[in-house]
């Protein structure tokens, strides 16, 4: 496998919510990690480096990962931890009450990758079936569209985009999505914030994925995009690539 993590500021906020990374365990496989903060000042920053920090932590300890069993059931334990964590800190610290994060996670072995998410930071899969968004945004506007008041374009625009129904550390116990898939040689997942995907169309981050470049300068080139389409929001990515994919099965 090969993997890259990029932040970006953007062209408007002054300082950088967003975190994450993508960190290795004791035997090789990666656990990739984009967090998109809010709150109050600087609370959002607090927010996002706490879940990066816990979560690198938690699995840089943590030995081999043989099924999607044992990898779903890591991803709830240590993400219900950090949950705790940002809750205890938001009230117990006054200047971040209400403070708290998306999260979007991906382990990813030789055979699988289970993804875990809170909020409306999101993963995308290329493979040979295309590519697809395997995260649903936890938002107000999803579930408007989803009960069909209002359509897909006019979500693209609504007002209230924003406004997240779930988040990391927001409530003392958070309910977290989770599904696995198994992987092919060549596969690869798109870890982003919403900086990136409201402003970036999936054409265009097929068309950047699937172009000869590497993995560093296809990151680079998703920031582009979005800083180019206004970059109102900070950019955050992590681009995983399945190279070495175990045949046995």
């Known amino acids: 496998m090969k993997a890259v993590f990029q932040t970006d500021v953007g062209k408007i906020r002054s300082h950088n919510e967003d975190n994450g990374g993508v960190f ?6 990666y656990l990739a990690v984009v967090a998109d903060g809010m709150g109050g ?13 816990q979560l690198k932590q938690f699995w840089e300890e943590t030995e081999e990962v ?7 059931t890591w991803l709830k334990e240590h993400i ?14 006054d200047h971040c009450q209400g403070m708290g994060t998306t999260i979007v996670a ?51 625009y609504h007002p209230r985009k924003h406004v997240l129904l779930r988040a990391l550390g927001t409530e003392q116990i958070i309910e977290l ?11 690869m997942l798109l870890l982003c914030s919403d900086g990136l995907s409201n402003k970036v169309p999936e054409q265009t981050m097929v068309d950047v994925l699937t172009s000869d470049r590497s993995l560093e300068e296809k990151a680079q080139a998703l920031i582009d995009v979005a800083n180019e389409h206004g970059g109102e929001d900070n950019i955050t990515l992590a681009i995983v690539q399945f190279l070495d994919v175990s045949e046995s099965r």
Not at 24 to 29: A, I, K, L, S, V
Not at 66 to 72: D, H
Request: proline share 1%.
């Open 24 to 29: 290795m365990n004791q035997t090789g496989d």
């Open 41 to 53: 000042h600087l609370a959002g920053d607090v927010a996002s480096e706490m879940t990066m920090t």
């Open 66 to 72: 043989t099924s999607p069993q044992q990898a779903e």
């Open 80 to 93: 219900m931890k950090v949950n705790e964590s940002l809750f205890r800190h938001s009230q117990t610290n």
């Open 106 to 156: 991906a382990i990813c072995t030789k055979q699988f990758a289970t993804i875990g998410h809170i909020g409306d930071s999101r993963c995308y899969l290329l493979n040979a079936n295309g590519f697809q968004q395997m995260t649903e945004d936890h938002s107000l506007v999803n579930e408007l569209v989803k009960s069909g008041q209002l359509s897909k374009e006019d979500a693209e």
């Open 177 to 187: 999505d989770i599904k696995t898939v198994t992987v092919d040689e060549g596969d």
